[in-house]
C-alpha cells in the first residue's frame, strides 16, 4: 500500500505519489515475463523494496545535481525508488545480467523517469565518479570497496562524505571489523515494520590519499 511510503515520506509530491503506484503494476507485469522479484515478494513490494530501498534516503537524502550509482541493481533497487524520490537526482544503475536492466528500463520508461541511465556492464567497467555508491547486498563489503575503488568523487557536498551507503541484513560485525569508519544504520530505528528488525544501511565513507 502507498501508505506504508507516505507514512515515513509525508512530503511527496502528487506526481511522486503516483510513480509510487503504477510502480507495483509495472513491476508485477514485467515479473511475469522477467522474473526479477521472488513471487512471495512481490506482493510485499512496497514493503520489502520500496521502503527498503528508501531507507538509504533516511541515512542521507540526496541534492540537487548529485550523481549516485548503483551497483547491482537486479530489478531496479534501490536506484528506482530512490530515483522517483530525488526527481533532480542523476541515478546511473549498473547490473551485468541484461534480462535485468531490460526490465529496469521498462519500468524506468513506463514510470517517465528521465533521471534514469542504466549500464548492462560489470561496475568495474564504468568510468564515470560519483557523490555516493548505493547497493543492496550484492557482495561482501571488501569485494564490493574493491569493485568502487576510484569511482567516488573526492569534493563533498552533503552533510555525509562521499562514500558507500549498503544496504545489509544481519551481524555485520565481523565483516566491517577491517572498516574502522563504517557506520550502521539500523532501519528499525526509521520503520516499524518487522521486516527491518534485522536490516541496517551501512554508510562507509572513502578514503583519499594525497
Not at 2 to 27: A, G, N, S, V
Not at 63 to 68: A, R, W
Request: proline share 4%.
Amino acid at each position: 500500500m502507498l501508505e506504508e511510503i507516505t507514512t515515513y515520506f509525508p512530503d511527496l509530491t502528487e506526481d511522486q505519489k503516483d510513480k509510487f503506484t503504477r510502480l507495483k503494476d509495472l513491476y508485477k507485469d514485467w515479473n511475469l515475463k522477467i522474473n526479477v522479484v521472488s513471487r512471495k515478494d512481490i506482493d510485499e513490494i512496497y514493503t520489502r523494496h520500496v521502503l527498503h530501498s528508501l531507507g538509504i534516503a533516511k541515512v542521507q537524502p540526496f541534492l540537487p545535481d548529485s550523481k549516485v550509482m548503483d551497483v547491482g541493481t537486479g530489478g531496479g533497487f534501490p536506484g528506482v525508488p530512490l530515483a522517483i524520490l530525488f526527481p533532480e537526482v542523476e541515478f546511473h544503475l549498473v547490473d551485468s545480467i541484461g534480462k535485468k536492466i531490460k526490465v529496469v528500463n521498462e519500468v524506468a520508461e513506463g514510470l517517465g523517469l528521465e533521471n534514469v541511465k542504466t549500464f548492462n556492464c560489470r561496475v568495474e567497467e564504468i568510468n564515470g565518479q560519483y557523490d555516493f555508491i548505493v547497493s543492496r547486498a550484492v557482495a561482501q563489503m571488501e569485494t564490493f570497496v574493491r569493485w568502487v575503488k576510484g569511482k567516488i568523487a573526492k569534493k563533498n557536498k552533503h552533510e555525509l562524505k562521499n562514500g558507500i551507503l549498503y544496504l545489509k541484513g544481519g551481524d555485520l560485525t565481523e565483516e566491517l571489523s577491517i572498516y574502522q569508519t563504517a557506520k550502521i544504520h539500523p532501519l528499525s530505528d526509521y520503520f516499524k515494520e518487522d521486516f527491518f528488525e534485522t536490516k541496517s544501511v551501512v554508510y562507509l565513507p572513502m578514503k583519499y590519499k594525497g
